[in-house]
Every structure is written in C-alpha cells, then in structure tokens.
C-alpha cells in the first residue's frame, strides 16, 4: 500500500519494534494467519540459515556484474586472453562479459596503437628521405626502432607496466628518439665515404667507433633524465613511472643492439662504390 503527504507518495513497510527484530530468532516467534484465520507459528513455515552475500551489488552499463582482478604476474594482453577464453567456455547461457579500466584501455585502443605507429614511421621515413636524398639510408636507419621498441616492452611482458595511453606515448617519442643514434653513425659513414672513398664497411667501422661517444652521452642523458619520473610517488607517479621505464628500457637496450646491428645493415644496403 501506498499513502501522500504533501503530494508525496510513500510505501507503507510494516515493521515491528527494533527490539524484536534485532535478532533473527526473533522470526521463530511471529505469527502469521491462515486462509482460514488460524494463527500459525512462522517458524513451521519458514527456515532461517545464513548466508554469505556481497555487502555491495555492482552494476557496469546498468546489468548486475561481477568484477574480477588479478596480481600482475603475466602481461596484460595474455591475462586478457586467458580471461576471454575461460568465459566464453564456463560462462552460463545469458552472462556476457566486459572490460573495465585500463584493460579496457586496452582493448579499444590496441588497433590505434599499430595505426599511430605506421603514420609516426612513415613521416619520419619521408623526412629522411628528403634529407638524404635516398630511400636506403632512411632503411638501414629506421632498422634501430624495432630493436628498441622489443627492448622497451620488456617491462611490460614482465608485470611493471600495461598497455596504456602513456605506455603508447613514451614508444611513438621513443622512434624519434631512437632514430638520432641512426642519423648520426649513417649520416658520417657517408660523409667518410665521399671524403676518403673508404668502402661501406670501413666508413660505418669508423664512423661508429667516432660516433660511439655522442651516442652514449645521448642515451645516458635520455635515461638519467627519465630517472625522476621512475622514482616519482604521489599523486600521477603511475603514468609518470610508465613513460620514463619504456622510454629509459628502450632507449639503453636499443641503443646497445644499435651499435652492433645498424652497421651490419648499412654493409648489405647501403650504395655501392662508383667505379
């Protein structure tokens, strides 16, 4: 039943004095009446058990839910996986499942992150292209941003970062970054080739061997600078620490497969001597 005041409505909940419903023994003691007025005892009709229940209902897009969370000992994208394949085969006829947070980050964002790196490479190709008139240096080039990008997902496979819109940020400043190592052993391999018509590989021997001290003061000022975001606490310390590890991990590992592989490419691709 229902009753108004002040043009309001209100649900009438019958309810008897707190002293007696404070205990749920109290139930044993109601009476209720019959179809034929009879009074019977509540306690022939009913059984009082207890029962663990959540002290809180969750709902995600207006459905009743359950949230599930794990320690981060895996990386993001298997967790993911292993989650997706075990509710498609246990999950009952009507349950659905959804992502929350940053794995729903995730999820939506992985596709965007493949397109933002394509567009990033290919500027940056096309601006290397211009500079040194050829579509092969800007190659052997380039051949340093896989290598640092696998060295900075190290941290995310092993649980310290996810995928996440910082992460993503920090690996499309990473290529550029990377890339200056490049120009700069490439751009005086060929210098030394014009100059003394050294052959490919003993402009790039030399040209890394004088190019080895301005690669490692950049990379040692990139990672040292990032140290105040690793160690960073309070309130942004999450996205802060994010962007320095990718950025301090794939900066030192690619650095160090730069000064071995790079010329190995630039002696299979680069021009061949005029004769």
């Known amino acids: 039943n229902r009753f108004t005041i002040e043009g309001r409505s ?6 008897v004095e707190r002293p007696f419903r404070d205990n749920p023994d109290w139930l044993n003691n109601y009476y209720v009446k019959n179809t034929q007025g009879e009074l019977l005892a509540l306690s ?6 207890d029962r663990a229940r959540p002290r809180q209902l969750n709902q995600f897009q207006q459905l009743n839910s359950a949230i599930l969370s794990g320690v981060p000992l895996v990386s993001m994208g298997e967790a993911i996986d292993t989650v997706r394949q075990i509710a498609r085969e246990e999950a009952p006829v009507g349950y659905a499942f959804d992502y929350a947070g940053a794995s729903r980050q995730y999820v939506q964002e992985g596709s965007a992150l493949w397109v933002t790196f394509a ?8 601006v290397l292209a211009a500079q040194f008139e050829s579509f092969r240096d800007p190659l052997v080039i380039l051949v340093t941003v896989p290598l640092s990008i696998c060295g900075a997902l190290i941290p995310l496979f092993l649980g310290w970062s996810s995928m996440n819109i910082y992460t993503q940020v920090g690996l499309v400043t990473l290529i550029g970054l990377i890339s200056k190592h490049g120009i700069l052993i490439v751009e005086f391999a060929n210098q030394l080739r014009k100059d003394k018509g050294l052959s490919p590989r003993e402009a790039v021997e030399q040209a890394a061997a004088i190019r080895l001290r301005p690669v490692l003061m950049t990379t040692a000022a990139m990672v040292f600078g990032m140290v105040p975001l690793i160690i960073a606490t309070g309130a942004g310390a999450v996205s802060r620490f994010d962007i320095g590890t990718v950025i301090a991990t794939g900066m030192s590992i690619g650095t160090l497969f730069t000064l071995f592989v790079l010329p190995c490419v630039y002696t299979l691709l680069a021009k061949p001597d005029k004769t």
């Open 10 to 15: 209100y649900k009438v909940i019958a309810q």
């Open 44 to 49: 022939t009709l009913i059984t009082v058990t």
């Open 119 to 126: 567009l990033a490479l290919a500027i940056i190709f096309l």
